[in-house]
């Protein structure tokens, strides 16, 4: 299964491609969608789903796995992550990918078994799980692959409940 994780935000989108083979973890891609200060928030928007589009396009993912938003007390934030994750979601449903949608403290738990574990046990757990050579340098791409990575044990925990 080749999951595409997504981290969210109209400054920096962190992308992973995660390709799960049994018990075993590959990234196969990761990075930032970095947009600029000066551009509009159409533009952002436009830019983000542009380069989603692309990653979909190179890598043909069977499912996608975004983090919900998680509401802080930064309302203007709040508002244009989720018009972010709006046009995310817009992309990945054209494309036909099924997708599902985590919490921070879902993906924590899963991942580092504490909900509330911080951005360094998430990011050493990702290299332990991925089998990569050192922690991923962008915060942002770290925390897609965390998304993918929770994504793949809930699919397999929903396969076992099927069978």
């Not at 920096?12 to 947009?35: F, K, W």
Request: charged letters at 25%; glycine letters at 6%; aromatic letters at 4%.
């Amino acid at each position: 299964m080749r999951i595409i994780g997504i981290d969210p935000g109209t400054a920096r989108t962190g992308y992973a491609i995660v390709e799960i083979r049994g018990r075993d973890s590959h990234v196969l891609d990761l990075g930032c969608i970095t947009t600029e200060k000066t551009q509009t928030q159409a533009e952002k928007l436009l830019e983000i789903a542009s380069n989603i589009e692309e990653l979909i396009e190179k890598w043909h993912p069977d499912q996608a796995a975004i983090e919900r938003l998680f509401f802080s007390q930064n309302v203007t934030t709040a508002v244009t992550v989720a018009q972010a994750r709006g046009v995310i979601l817009e992309t990945i449903a054209r494309r036909g990918i099924a997708h599902s949608e985590y919490l921070p403290r879902e993906i924590k738990l899963s991942v580092c078994g504490n909900g509330g574990a911080d951005k360094k046990a998430v990011q050493k757990m990702v290299q332990i799980l991925c089998n990569l050579k050192a922690i991923p340098q962008i915060d942002d791409a770290a925390d897609a692959i965390a998304v993918a990575l929770c994504h793949a044990q809930h699919s397999a925990y929903q396969q076992l409940l099927r069978t």
